[in-house]
């Protein structure tokens, strides 16, 4: 690998550094400052945080190696989640910012369930940081294998004696570590936001260079590759659609992402995160959508073999550009992931430290040591993701499906019956959160996920939504009349 593209990767990492340290110097005092950033973020630094702790490596190489062999057809999963986006900014966004305020300053979603429903509150509590700590881990590990897979494709022989893959995940872990652990939540928000900046230019470069650079229209060479490849519909399904499209359900559960909203500076700042958000996303998903198309002609053009269609960005960014852009283009890459990975390390250690430390073993830990022992469950979670992350045949997609089908089923219909209906009891709250979550594990241990019925797999997250929801609504209505007496 060219000097040139090291040194642009040199110059990201430091200035990622160099973001966690001034973090640290303004807002790691106390539990509120290192967990939420003291509720301060800015409308552009909270929409840029949320969307690019969102868009992880599955943004540069899951979604586009999968357009890359099927087609057009799967730009229904970017679909789904531009729309399901959308909707979490109008319902959750305003109502999470007012309501974990005002019920007992909330600093984590399982704090803020507890305060809706202080008659499940230790349940609540222990049960959401048990599947919250649980599917970030399997997160975290998607993002760790992005990393892998990155450095294993542009640096074989970065380290002598140590395999890439090996010396991806741990310069990646080690990098998101120092300035996370040293700086919390608002060092994860500034480069978040710096992060989302330099991915949106990445993802907007390469389609329009592939497309219009040597050797003419990725059009023209697409046409001869397979029919259909162009089409939204061909070899489309019914189960197909849907198991694409609700992958925008999941935005409702996912903590890394709506723990922004209650970071965001006030409520009357929703509007203008939400515009700049929705806009960043568009880009970044149309872009992402280019990579797989664009990259598929270049390669047909110049009779080329990938032997992993997820890493068409990479072998782009080496093919086409200087390697000083090439280093700039494969810091996009990390930061992606880097980005989601500091957002779901930070809000694992929030729930180890104030929904099992402080509340079973420290009721009155000092706010210093709160802060200690978040940075020590940083850690301890990142090498729990590093162990699952050490197979480097694993699909950065089909982790960060798992996970987010996980989250969106567990989460999402608690998190949008908590927020919009009164008539919710907390048994009602407990019974969503295990039986969504409980029925992803489930479907995907049964490989219903891949094979359903003798047909094609449907995505658990369809199974573990609708039942959570019906599940809230029954156990509500059933225990309603009793909390009522219980109250009096």
Same mark, same amino acid.
């Given at each position: 690998?060219?000097?040139?593209?090291?040194?642009?990767?040199?110059?990201?990492?430091?200035?990622?550094?160099?973001?966690?340290?001034?973090?640290?110097?303004?807002?790691?005092?106390?539990?509120?400052?290192?967990?939420?950033?003291?509720?301060?973020? *800015?409308?552009?630094?909270?929409?840029?945080? =949320?969307?690019?702790?969102?868009?992880?490596?599955?943004?540069?190489?899951?979604?586009?190696?999968?357009?890359?062999?099927?087609?057009?057809?799967?730009?229904?999963?970017?679909?789904?989640?531009?729309?399901?986006?959308?909707?979490?900014?109008?319902?959750?966004?305003?109502?999470?910012?007012?309501?974990?305020?005002?019920?007992?300053?909330?600093?984590?979603?399982?704090?803020?369930?507890?305060?809706?429903?202080?008659?499940?509150?230790?349940?609540?509590?222990?049960?959401?940081?048990?599947?919250?700590?649980?599917?970030?881990?399997?997160?975290?590990?998607?993002?760790?294998?992005?990393?892998?897979?990155?450095?294993?494709?542009?640096?074989?022989?970065?380290?002598?004696?140590?395999?890439?893959?090996?010396?991806?995940?741990?310069?990646?872990?080690?990098?998101?570590?120092?300035?996370?652990?040293?700086?919390?939540?608002?060092?994860?928000?500034?480069?978040?936001?710096?992060?989302?900046?330099?991915?949106?230019?990445?993802?907007?470069?390469?389609?329009?260079?592939?497309?219009?650079?040597?050797?003419?229209?990725?059009?023209?060479?697409?046409?001869?590759?397979?029919?259909?490849?162009?089409?939204?519909?061909?070899?489309?399904?019914?189960?197909?659609?849907?198991?694409?499209?609700?992958?925008?359900?999941?935005?409702?559960?996912?903590?890394?992402?709506?723990?922004?909203?209650?970071?965001?500076?006030?409520?009357?700042?929703?509007?203008?995160?939400?515009?700049?958000?929705?806009?960043?996303?568009?880009?970044?998903?149309?872009?992402?959508?280019?990579?797989?198309?664009?990259?598929?002609?270049?390669?047909?053009?110049?009779?080329?073999?990938?032997?992993?269609?997820?890493?068409?960005?990479?072998?782009?960014?080496?093919?086409?550009?200087?390697?000083?852009?090439?280093?700039?283009?494969?810091?996009?890459?990390? =930061?992606?992931?880097?980005?989601?990975?500091?957002?779901?390390?930070?809000?694992?250690?929030?729930?180890?430290?104030?929904?099992?430390?402080?509340?079973?073993?420290?009721?009155? =830990?000092?706010?210093?040591?709160?802060?200690?022992?978040?940075?020590? *469950?940083?850690?301890?979670?990142?090498?729990?993701?590093?162990?699952?992350?050490?197979?480097?045949?694993?699909?950065?997609?089909?982790?960060?499906?798992?996970?987010?089908?996980?989250?969106?089923?567990?989460?999402?219909?608690?998190?949008?019956?908590?927020?919009?209906?009164?008539?919710?009891?907390?048994?009602?709250?407990?019974?969503?959160?295990?039986?969504?979550?409980?029925?992803?594990?489930?479907?995907?241990?049964?490989?219903?996920?891949?094979?359903?019925?003798?047909?094609?797999?449907?995505?658990?997250?369809?199974?573990?939504?609708?039942?959570?929801?019906?599940?809230?609504?029954?156990?509500?209505?059933?225990?309603?009349?009793?909390?009522?007496? =219980?109250?009096?």
């Amino acid at each position: 690998m060219a000097t040139g593209t090291i040194i642009s990767l040199a110059l990201y990492f430091v200035l990622m550094l160099a973001i966690g340290l001034y973090a640290w110097r303004k807002s790691t005092e106390d539990s509120e400052g290192y967990l939420l950033g003291g509720r301060q973020l *800015s409308p552009a630094v909270a929409a840029l945080s =949320a969307g690019a702790s969102d868009m992880s490596g599955w943004l540069l190489l899951g979604l586009p190696g999968a357009l890359y062999v099927t087609g057009l057809v799967e730009a229904w999963i970017g679909i789904g989640l531009f729309l399901g986006a959308l909707a979490n900014w109008f319902i959750v966004a305003p109502r999470l910012r007012e309501q974990t305020e005002k019920l007992g300053n909330a600093l984590t979603i399982p704090e803020f369930l507890a305060n809706r429903f202080p008659d499940k509150a230790v349940l609540l509590r222990v049960v959401s940081a048990i599947i919250i700590v649980t599917f970030f881990t399997v997160y975290t590990a998607s993002g760790l294998v992005a990393g892998g897979k990155l450095f294993d494709s542009a640096f074989p022989a970065l380290i002598p004696g140590m395999e890439p893959y090996w010396a991806g995940i741990w310069i990646t872990a080690g990098v998101v570590l120092a300035y996370t652990m040293v700086g919390g939540f608002l060092a994860v928000s500034l480069t978040d936001f710096v992060q989302g900046c330099i991915m949106v230019v990445a993802l907007v470069l390469m389609p329009l260079v592939v497309m219009f650079g040597p050797g003419g229209s990725a059009g023209e060479s697409l046409t001869g590759i397979q029919p259909g490849f162009l089409s939204l519909t061909e070899g489309l399904t019914a189960i197909g659609f849907l198991s694409a499209v609700t992958w925008g359900l999941g935005y409702f559960g996912q903590p890394h992402i709506i723990v922004r909203f209650m970071a965001i500076r006030s409520v009357a700042d929703v509007p203008k995160a939400r515009n700049i958000g929705m806009t960043w996303m568009g880009v970044a998903l149309l872009g992402s959508i280019g990579i797989g198309i664009a990259g598929r002609a270049y390669m047909e053009r110049n009779g080329l073999v990938i032997d992993d269609p997820e890493t068409i960005f990479i072998v782009l960014a080496d093919l086409l550009f200087h390697p000083l852009i090439t280093g700039f283009l494969l810091a996009a890459l990390l =930061a992606a992931v880097m980005s989601t990975i500091s957002s779901q390390l930070l809000v694992s250690s929030s729930s180890l430290t104030e929904d099992f430390y402080r509340l079973f073993l420290r009721r009155n =830990a000092s706010e210093r040591e709160a802060v200690n022992v978040g940075r020590i *469950s940083v850690l301890l979670v990142a090498l729990a993701a590093i162990v699952i992350a050490s197979d480097p045949d694993s699909e950065v997609l089909g982790l960060v499906s798992n996970a987010w089908a996980g989250f969106g089923a567990a989460f999402g219909p608690l998190i949008i019956l908590a927020l919009t209906w009164r008539g919710m009891t907390g048994a009602g709250a407990v019974a969503g959160l295990v039986t969504g979550a409980g029925v992803v594990i489930a479907w995907i241990a049964l490989g219903w996920n891949r094979e359903f019925m003798g047909g094609p797999g449907v995505y658990e997250i369809i199974p573990g939504f609708a039942l959570a929801w019906l599940a809230i609504r029954l156990v509500s209505a059933a225990t309603r009349r009793e909390e009522a007496v =219980a109250a009096e």
